[in-house]
């Protein structure tokens, strides 16, 4: 595998590569795959008070994976990660947990301290649970049926 490069600029044709990343993995209800596509599309349009920040995992010029995080109204020194998703193809090679140093990283030189996540309390979801509980999160929170019947959110927070 090519070496993985980070970038934090939003560029032209990130929404499809977005869309194609989140679509590949099978994980998100349609309904937010335009969701993941518009925060992306609302950085490009350069909206000065657009508080959405994003990192991006490339092998070549190819994103393969990224996140979208940034602060939390209203507070000073916690973050949301929004999103953090790898392209299908490329899962299980530690892309996801680069993303996650990489994020941590330029949070922290913003002064950040509390990471938030959240999802989904439905059986499929166990990796991403299991993956957040390996990289330090601690599970603070459920709300049952928060996404629709049977499927609650589970709220996790990791301290950097």
Request: hydrophobic share 35%; net charge negative.
């Amino acid at each position: 595998m090519e070496s993985l490069n980070f970038r934090t600029v939003v560029r032209p044709g990130d929404d499809a590569a977005v869309r194609e990343i989140v679509t590949s993995t099978g994980f998100f209800y349609p309904i937010e795959i335009p969701v993941a596509v518009e925060l992306v599309e609302e950085k490009l349009r350069g909206k000065e008070k657009c508080s959405y920040q994003f990192v991006f995992a490339e092998i070549g010029n190819h994103p393969v994976g990224y996140t979208c995080f940034g602060l939390i109204a209203g507070t000073e020194q916690s973050y949301d990660l929004y999103w953090i998703v790898t392209h299908q193809d490329f899962r299980g090679k530690g892309i996801g947990k680069a993303l996650l140093q990489e994020t941590y990283r330029i949070i922290a030189q913003q002064g950040g301290k509390n990471v938030i996540a959240e999802t989904s309390s439905l059986e499929k979801y166990l990796p991403t649970r299991k993956f957040y509980e390996e990289q330090g999160y601690i599970n603070c929170g459920f709300i049952p049926d928060y996404y629709k019947d049977g499927d609650g959110k589970i709220t996790y927070v990791r301290v950097l």
